[in-house]
């Protein structure tokens, strides 16, 4: 892979270390593929959501983002 800069792309990476900082790079078609199936086995959103229980509660959600969601509106 050459040093030069990838202007015209649609392969674009998003890397995330917190919410407040982030860095958005295009890339090639070779690496992004290269990262994409490198990344494939950790990532959940293809699949379909896990139900979650609250043990505490014994409430069930559709998924870890619903249980999240209740517990930041609990302010817990």
């Known amino acids: ?16 270390i917190n919410e407040k900082n982030s860095e958005t790079y295009r890339v090639s078609k070779d690496l992004f593929i290269t990262i994409k199936n490198i990344i494939k086995p950790y990532q959940s959103f293809k699949n379909k959501p896990k ?25 817990i």
């Open 1 to 16: 892979m050459t040093n030069e800069k990838i202007t015209k792309t649609p392969y674009i990476i998003r890397l995330t």
């Open 51 to 75: 139900k979650v229980k609250c043990i505490e509660t014994g409430e069930i959600f559709e998924n870890a983002k619903d249980a999240n969601d209740m517990l930041i509106q609990k302010g």
